[in-house]
């Protein structure tokens, strides 16, 4: 039998322990020095992820010689499988490893991806040969060289998710929400947590891609090779100042069971009196009144658990609170879905908008010339910028005007992020039209490798109208999801979130794959050669696609109640939750 360990003075946590599995000592564990170093991971994350993905379509075509829509459907994937890959993350951490062993064995995951890639990029077997000067065509990478460079991002997209799944909330375990003054330094990291995400991302799309475009892409990416182990090793360094928590499970597990548990008991019909269902409370009693009431079957006791339906299967049977959280997840997902179209815009900004800037004037003086890539500076620059505007400018006069006390309902910011990215579209297309105007006036359509003279900076509009929509639909889609999911499956909220960036860069990489094939036999919209395309067309359709999803958007959100207003119609007391920090992104 343990001896009891005593709390001196309020010095140990209830529901912490340290890396020995004691109760962990306030003054010893936790705190700003274990928080920094988990910043430190997160900032070498974010530095090789965008020093990657903003720059890779630039590598793919003009080093691997691959064409302009295979490079797009490669950097989309990237990030699409880094984004799905949070889910997997996250359920492993919450269900086995705990967060602390997760980030250590993704961070070391990505750092053997990102060493992998470096390597690529030094052994001369491993790429193409460089293209013959004044030469039409080039010998593209064979199927060797593109698997070890696959294999490379997609250890680095592994490594990501696990690492994205985990950090915002290992970091937030260092600070106890029950005591006011570390709960007031927890909203403080947070605060740093997304300046540090903005100072690495632009660190990467600024001196990293300078490096990789004018050094060499051996020290670009041995740089985050090098900065990934130096922050794991100062990770791990820290644990002995760690506080640790309990294994919760994943909210995933428990949706799942719903829907089998609902599934095996289909051929039974729902008692008249709810009181023979499992563990009826008054909130859970009017979900069977209402809608999906397929689900509520998952409730029924059946007779050999009609005395004792404790010891049923979590499979074969669930509480009616169970279902009904589950309810509450089910009706955001028509939001869920319109807010997908706007992440394939996004990934137009690292892929083809590169590409556009690649064939413009980047000079700034006699000298200096921007990398292509440089250009989603503007886009992150966009986003930090809109962030303090919309917080001291449009949210006290949207409150006045609206009578709300946030300003705009997270809905509504959701809403006006889809409409900018539909304008970005719009003026995508045009500056392609007047581009394309300079390489006819010029006889420089059939040059591939011609800088045509019109400046980069009519790129800027793209970019930032895209950025600041992005700072709209993020705060609103992290905002809304963490209100609206039930308190039992709050880290849903995250994995929500980060499935629609997922599906909006594989949304992306469907459509670029569609049009490619459709139209690249006579007048291809996405050529090679992007002065012979139709990249304007494309641009179209994605802004056609993004209208006609702000229709359906608008639908939803008509239709759609928030939980607070159906909570009080149904005559319960509400409280408000404060969001428990960022999701991964």
């Given amino acids: 039998m343990a001896l009891p360990i005593t709390d001196d003075y309020g010095k140990t946590l209830s529901d912490a322990w340290d890396y020995k599995g004691l109760p962990a000592n306030r003054s010893k564990t936790g705190g700003w020095v274990s928080s920094a170093m988990i910043l430190g991971v997160e900032t070498c994350e974010r530095l090789i992820t965008l020093g990657i993905a903003f720059n890779l379509v630039t590598y793919l075509t003009g080093v691997m010689h691959l064409g302009n829509a295979t490079s797009a459907n490669t950097v989309t994937n990237f990030l699409g499988t880094s984004f799905m890959l949070c889910l997997l993350g996250g359920f492993v951490a919450d269900t086995f490893l705990g967060r602390y062993l997760t980030i250590a064995i993704f961070a070391t995951v990505q750092a053997l991806g990102v060493t ?16 013959i000067e ?46 006011e003054e570390e709960k007031a330094r927890m909203t403080t990291f947070f605060n740093w947590f997304y300046f ?69 008991n289909r051929k039974m019909e729902i008692p008249a009196d709810v009181s023979q269902l499992f563990n009826v409370d008054d909130m859970a009693e009017t979900s069977v009144k209402k ?6 079957k998952a409730a029924i006791k059946g007779l050999e658990l009609e005395n004792n339906p404790a010891q049923a299967n979590k499979w074969s049977l669930q509480t009616l609170t169970d279902i009904e959280e589950v309810k509450m997840i089910l009706r955001m997902l028509p939001i869920w879905a319109t807010t997908i179209e706007f992440w394939t815009i996004h990934a137009q900004m690292t892929t083809f908008s590169v590409s556009q800037a690649e064939t413009m004037d980047r000079r700034i003086g006699s000298k200096f010339q921007i990398p292509p890539a440089t250009m989603t500076a503007f886009l992150i620059a966009s986003i ?71 400046s980069v900076f009519w790129l800027i509009p793209q970019f930032i109208l895209t950025g600041a929509g992005e700072a709209m639909i993020y705060a609103g ?70 209208v006609v999803n702000f229709v359906f958007f608008i639908l939803a959100s008509r239709w759609y109640v928030y939980k607070e207003k159906w909570l009080v119609a149904e005559g319960f007391e509400v409280e408000l939750e404060e969001s428990t920090g960022p999701a991964c992104h």
Avoid at 116 to 131: K, M, V
Avoid at 208 to 217: F, K, Q, T
């Fill in 196 to 264: 540090i995400v903005s100072i690495g991302s632009m660190a990467a799309v600024t001196i990293l891609v300078y490096i990789e475009d004018n050094l060499g892409r051996k020290w670009g990416y041995g740089i985050c090779a090098c900065a990934i182990v130096v922050c794991l090793i100062a990770f791990l360094c820290g644990t002995k100042r760690y506080r640790f928590k309990k294994l919760d499970g994943s909210p995933l597990t428990q949706f799942a069971a719903v829907f089998v548990a609902a599934w095996r």
């Fill in 384 to 454: 930090l910028a809109t962030v303090p505007i919309y917080d001291r400018l449009v949210a006290p006069i949207a409150a006045r005007l609206l009578k709300n006390p946030q300003g705009l309902t997270p809905l509504r910011r959701v809403g006006v992020g889809l409409f900018l990215a539909t304008v970005a579209m719009v003026v995508a297309a045009l500056t392609e039209i007047k581009r394309l105007r300079v390489a006819e006036v010029n006889n420089m359509v059939h040059d591939k490798n011609a800088i045509l003279p019109i």
């Fill in 291 to 296: 809608k999906q009431k397929f689900l509520d």
């Fill in 116 to 131: 992998i890639l470096t390597i690529s990029t030094i052994i001369p077997n491993l790429r193409p040969p460089p293209c």
């Fill in 134 to 179: 004044h030469s039409s065509t080039c010998i593209p990478a064979n199927g060797t060289q593109l698997g070890v460079l696959h294999l490379a991002l997609y250890l680095t997209a592994l490594g990501t998710g696990g690492l994205k799944s985990s950090v915002s909330g290992f970091g937030s375990d260092q600070f106890d929400d029950k005591d």
């Fill in 477 to 546: 889609q992290l905002d809304f999801f963490l209100r609206e999911c039930p308190k039992g499956m709050k880290t849903m909220s995250t994995g929500l979130f980060l499935s629609t960036l997922a599906l909006g860069f594989f949304l992306s990489t469907v459509i670029v794959t569609v049009v490619n094939s459709l139209t690249g036999h006579s007048h291809p919209w996405l050529a090679d050669n992007l002065n012979e395309g139709r990249l304007y067309n494309f641009y179209w359709l994605l802004g056609i696609i993004s």
